[in-house]
């Protein structure tokens, strides 16, 4: 069973910046270089929606509101997966979680990662 903690969400400015950090485990001798990551969000109310994803060959791909703001990435060595955001908005504002499938690829969509984090809180105040 894959567990993903994710860690560095927070309260920051508009215009501020933060990078979100989650683990997969187990850790130490497991690898997960060849699933894909991914980053997602979701308001209260609303139905989670796709941030940016990663694929086991180091391919991105970002929904339109974070494009040019948003950077994920990935440390295979240390089985984690970042989210650098930059320029953040109020409208950023969400509960971030991060995910991961065994499959190389994944589409920016929820259903298709299997494993899910708790998620970590980012709020941007204008």
């Known amino acids: 069973q894959v567990q993903l903690v994710e860690s560095g969400g927070g309260s920051v400015q508009a215009g501020g910046s933060l ?10 001798g497991y690898t997960y270089s060849g699933y894909s990551r991914g980053w997602f969000r979701q308001v209260p109310g609303q139905e989670r929606e796709g941030v940016a994803t990663i694929d086991s060959a180091g391919t991105t791909s970002y929904a339109d509101p974070v494009k040019g703001r948003f950077s994920i990435s990935r440390d295979n060595a240390k089985n ?20 991961a499938d065994p499959r190389w690829w994944s589409r920016l969509r929820e259903s298709d990662f299997r494993y899910w984090g708790q998620g970590t809180q980012v709020t941007v105040s204008s």
Do not use: V
Not at 19 to 28: E, F, I, K, T, V
């Open 80 to 99: 984690t997966l970042y989210l650098q955001m930059n320029s953040l908005k109020p409208e950023d504002t969400a509960m971030y979680y991060c995910a």
């Open 19 to 28: 990078r979100l950090s989650c683990a997969a485990s187990p850790g130490s």
